[in-house]
Structures are given as structure tokens and as C-alpha cells.
């Protein structure tokens, strides 16, 4: 399964990620350009979808991962 995101461009201050099934307590994190980490969010175990917050987050493209483990999903989205 691939990591995707609705809407991207994002315009407000939510998203929602959908991605490969997760078996563990996972972590949702929005990297910007420079390579800083801006937000870690907690994602539960045995899901495949998030509802990821964008608040705080200035206009600009930006790199959402998903880290499960050893596994990392990337996805870049854009903020409008």
C-alpha cells in the first residue's frame, strides 16, 4: 500500500493520511524543507488512516512520514 493524502494542497489545518496497515504504535511527522522535524504526532496501533494537524505550519512543501518501526512512509504535500 502507498501513503497518500487528501486534499494536498492542504488549505486549512487538517488532512487525512492514508497508508499501509500499521501493527504498532506509530508516529506521524512533518519534516520541512530545511530537514527540521516541526510536529511528531501519535498514531495508534492496527490502523491505516490519520487525520493529520497542520496548525502552526507556515505555506510551503513539506515531507509527511510515516514511522512504524523500522518502516518509514514518505509523502510530500504542499501548504496553502
Do not use: C, H, W
Not at 501513503?3 to 493520511?17: D, E, H, I, K, Q
Not at 520541512?32 to 495508534?44: D, E, F, M, W
Request: no cysteine; glycine share 8%; proline share 8%.
Amino acid at each position: 500500500n502507498q501513503l497518500m493524502l487528501s486534499p494536498n494542497p492542504v488549505r486549512g489545518n487538517t488532512m487525512l493520511a492514508t497508508f499501509a496497515p500499521v501493527t504498532e504504535p506509530s508516529t506521524a511527522r512533518i519534516v520541512g524543507p530545511s530537514g527540521a522535524v516541526l510536529k511528531n504526532q501519535a498514531i495508534p496501533a492496527f490502523t491505516d488512516q490519520a487525520t493529520i494537524y497542520t496548525n502552526g505550519i507556515q505555506q510551503g512543501v513539506y515531507m509527511l512520514q510515516i514511522i512504524s518501526g523500522k518502516d518509514i512512509q514518505t509523502i510530500r504535500f504542499v501548504k496553502q
